[in-house]
């Protein structure tokens, strides 16, 4: 990764052909590559740009603790975008208290528990709303 790193912010005399804009590290370009510019729907900011960033910044804490196969997935629910699953560790409403109610939290995020076994939780920042599957609670 280290190396990646300083391939990337390398002064532009250390890379190869002026001409070839794949070498070129992304803060010396004026503008976005054909490739890029394709790609930038799936950057634009959606309703749950912020709640996605804050769940990303608290991840290596439940990621590095549980084996939980966590993935985004497309939702189930219209007013919802994405749908974050897991398979194992912690249930739905531990994951929610947790987002919501602990040091951890993610400030103004609001929690609403599956109702039902069948059912996904749902997080809400401001307009975004993401669905939380994991373990039902028993």
């Known amino acids: 990764m280290q190396d990646l790193l300083e391939e990337e912010t390398r002064r532009p005399s250390h890379l190869a052909k002026q001409g070839d804009d794949r070498r070129k590290p992304a803060w010396t370009q004026a503008g976005l590559t054909p490739g890029e510019a394709a790609m930038a ?14 769940l990303l910044a608290r991840a ?51 929690f609403s528990p599956p109702n039902g076994s069948f059912d996904v939780g749902l997080i809400r920042l401001g307009d975004g709303v993401l669905e939380l599957q994991g373990q039902t609670n028993q």
Not at 41 to 54: F, G, K, Q, V
Not at 74 to 84: G, K, T, V
């Open 41 to 54: 729907p799936h950057w634009a900011p959606t309703p749950t740009t912020a709640l996605r960033s804050a």
């Open 60 to 110: 290596n804490l439940w990621w590095s603790t549980f084996r939980h196969r966590a993935h985004l997935a497309p939702a189930r629910r219209s007013n919802a975008e994405r749908c974050l699953r897991w398979a194992a560790g912690h249930t739905t409403d531990e994951i929610g208290s947790l987002l919501t109610d602990s040091p951890l939290k993610v400030p103004g995020a609001r």
